[in-house]
């Protein structure tokens, strides 16, 4: 090492990258995910289910109104929803693993109440819910799943995509 070497400053270690915030809408997404499972395992009462996510951390950060939506909703229209879904998974839905149902059902939900969340958005944290919490290839059958169903209950909005 000559002296110049010896008296340069150590170069400063890379900032580390934080993992990218998640929005509320995400963190909506995720808790009505896990109350759905709760209620697809259990058959516990929604507003129980509901008491029971809003202790958990982290909630206080989450879209409020949207888990509302999400949890209450699927669990009210889950039979409708499972009659858009059986048209396009390969089983009954009963007889799917629980976090891709509640996934599904949650994607359906958006799909068919949330108008002003574009279709590909919808299937996007669908799968993003998917890959978080299910099984190691669930996030490549929501996304099949899904799109088919989106052409069902979005057919102009896919149209013009496509």
């Not at 580390?16 to 915030?21: D, F, L």
């Not at 958005?121 to 996304?143: Q, S």
Request: charged share 30%; net charge neutral.
């Amino acid at each position: 090492m000559t002296e110049a070497e010896a008296h340069k400053p150590a170069a400063a270690a890379p900032p580390r990258k934080r993992p990218p915030q998640k929005s509320s809408r995400r963190r909506a997404r995720e808790f009505a995910l896990q109350g759905l499972y709760e209620w697809l395992i259990s058959g516990s009462e929604a507003g129980l289910i509901d008491a029971h996510m809003r202790e958990q951390d982290g909630f206080d950060k989450c879209d409020k109104a949207h888990f509302d939506l999400l949890l209450h909703g699927c669990i009210a229209e889950a039979a409708e929803l499972d009659a858009v879904l059986v048209r396009h998974v390969d089983r009954k839905t009963s007889h799917l693993s629980p976090i891709e149902h509640g996934v599904l059902l949650i994607g359906v939900y958006e799909l068919r109440h949330c108008i002003a969340i574009p279709y590909r958005v919808a299937i996007n944290e669908a799968v993003e819910l998917a890959k978080a919490f299910g099984g190691t290839d669930g996030h490549k059958y929501v996304n099949g799943v899904l799109d088919k169903a989106a052409a069902d209950l979005r057919p102009l909005e896919v149209q013009a995509r496509r």
